[in-house]
């Protein structure tokens, strides 16, 4: 049997309760059971248990819609449940058939698999197989949610992500430097759609770590409609890397010395890539993000991130209110001991909002 888990939402939502039910499903499977994982972008270090990964950015109609929990909808706004639904039959179609000429592509035995009736299951609805469950409910196609309702803890397998490094050698001709040199790594999160909040005043930070060791901002910017993205003033006198795959965040991830997110609007799922793959994460936001109650982090760093990396969550308005705050927090970064979790350093900030 082959099956074909196609995740079609958030990243936040795949991250942590869907690559790892697979994991924990895959785990089940015969010796002639095949798992091909389909996804955005070249996620595929999340999926090492996949005998095959396939990359859907360019397949039709998915681009064009916006992730929304587990599904991919009909862009902003409310467009009715009758329309998302027929958006979902189309798009899970159309992926289909875009799947199986990817398998008709490759060596005779994946095309012989593409000939046979495939097992898809499609994060847009829900799926039992052997006893797992994957996906949501069709009635919440359109329904914007927290991770938590439907997170069965138990029912996911983490593990540390491992970075593909052979993306290495081109990150470091752009940046002109040798990734084994200390740096902190910034990235951002942006989104034009759901809850809004004040912007953060990102570049006094930036200036100050800037003045006591070589910072590298990360922009990133998905392609698909609505996504988050992060951008950055192109006058900071800082390295700018343009990061166009998974891949490549992960690799300057690893040889970072500090982690510094920033999110607006809601607690983007960028400052979760870093715990999973052992690292800390300084997570700077506004006071109204962590009253939203979608980013309670001490249930992450207790229950998911065991890997030697914690999410330390900072209030903006509180660390950035002046220069001798935004100083001190500098000062705390880069004083912090590398690749060794100590979250009581950034006690400050709200642990369970």
């Not at 359109?142 to 081109?170: C, H, M, T, W």
């Not at 040798?178 to 034009?192: G, M, T």
């Not at 009253?291 to 065991?306: E, I, K, S």
């Not at 060794?340 to 642990?351: K, L």
């Amino acid at each position: 049997m082959v099956f074909v888990f196609t995740f079609l939402g958030e990243f936040g939502f795949e991250l942590l309760n869907w690559q790892g039910v697979v994991r924990k499903f895959s785990r089940t499977l015969g010796p002639a059971d095949r798992i091909v994982c389909c996804s955005r972008a070249n996620v595929y270090p999340l999926y090492e248990m996949a005998d095959l990964y396939i990359d859907i950015s360019k397949a039709p109609l998915f681009m064009h819609s916006r992730a929304c929990c587990y599904s991919g909808t009909v862009g902003a706004g409310a467009p009715g449940r009758r329309l998302n639904r027929a958006f979902d039959a189309a798009l899970r179609a159309s992926l289909r058939s875009f799947v199986r000429k990817r398998l008709q592509a490759l060596e005779p035995a994946w095309k012989r698999a593409a000939d046979r009736e495939l097992t898809f299951v499609f994060s847009s609805r829900k799926t039992e197989v052997r006893g797992f469950a994957f996906g949501c409910d069709p009635d919440r196609i359109e329904v914007e949610a927290d991770i938590y309702d439907q997170l069965d803890l138990g029912a996911n397998l983490f593990e540390k992500v491992r970075p593909d490094l052979r993306v290495r050698s081109q990150i470091e001709r752009t940046l002109g430097f040798d990734l084994s040199e200390p740096y902190v790594l910034i990235q951002s999160r942006a989104r034009s759609v759901g809850p809004q909040s004040p912007l953060v005043p990102k570049e006094g930070l930036i200036g100050e770590l800037a003045r006591r060791m070589r910072v590298v901002l990360l922009s990133f910017d998905t392609g698909r409609s609505f996504d988050s993205a992060s951008r950055f003033d192109p006058s900071l006198r800082c390295a700018h890397y343009r990061g166009r795959s998974f891949p490549e965040q992960a690799c300057l991830i690893e040889f970072a010395r500090h982690c510094v997110f920033f999110t607006e609007g809601d607690f983007g799922s960028h400052i979760y890539v870093p715990p999973l793959m052992g690292k800390d994460v300084v997570a700077i936001a506004p006071r109204r993000v962590y009253a939203l109650g979608t980013a309670p982090t001490d249930f992450w760093n207790r229950n998911v991130f065991r890997f030697g990396g914690l999410i330390a969550p900072q209030v903006s308005e509180e660390v950035l209110a002046s220069v001798d705050t935004t100083r001190e927090l500098a000062d705390r970064i880069v004083s912090a001991c590398p690749r060794e979790t100590d979250a009581n350093t950034f006690s400050a900030g709200p642990q369970n909002a």
